[in-house]
């Protein structure tokens, strides 16, 4: 269980839209789909494709954040975002894996939380040494296991009934793409396309 710091939003509507779909995001809405990327060697390589005249550093910093959002970023941690529209730090639990999904012109690249609380930006900054002007995109906060518990509150009957339903829809989403799947099976003889499948089924379920 980690705390990270993030600078979620790129404008005051992207961050009504975090807050109401309940992600966050990395930015850089001009790469497609970066399910499959394992390093930052990857990411480096969709810079310089995109941008070729981009300085090194500053894309070895760059690609660092944004894998470290898809693949560093784990369920069960928690994320600090500093709201534009707010003097206040909004913390949350992440609760999904990366997930391409197109929000807005901003918004492609997400990960699902649970908006727990928000703290005044200066008290923030105080209690956890963090700048809040920093360049950064994305790092790590250093932060013991007493803090981050504090993080956590009784939770209202309303807001347990509402997880329950996010839930359910979670499990009708993955019942009905296993059937999917399961005729896809039925479909085929070709155990290349076999091994693809059963491949994605299994992830599906260690996801979940």
Known sequence: MKLWFLKAAGTIEDEE?????????????????????????????LMLEKYPGMQEVRGCAWAGEICSFITKVKKGDFVAVPLKSKNEVLIGKVTGNYEYRQLSKFI?????????????????????????????????????????SGFIETKSLGVLVEELNFALDDLDFLRERMLELVCRLAETDDIVEVRRIAAEMEKMLKEK
């Open 108 to 148: 492609n690249h997400v990960r699902k939380v649970r908006w727990l609380k928000t703290i005044p930006k200066g008290t923030f900054e105080e209690e956890y040494d963090v700048d809040l002007n920093s360049p950064e995109a994305l790092f790590l906060i250093k932060a013991d296991s007493q803090k981050l």
């Open 17 to 45: 839209i975090i807050l109401k779909e309940s992600v966050i995001t990395i930015g850089w809405a001009e790469f497609p789909n970066l399910s499959h990327i394992k390093n930052e060697e990857q990411v480096k390589k």
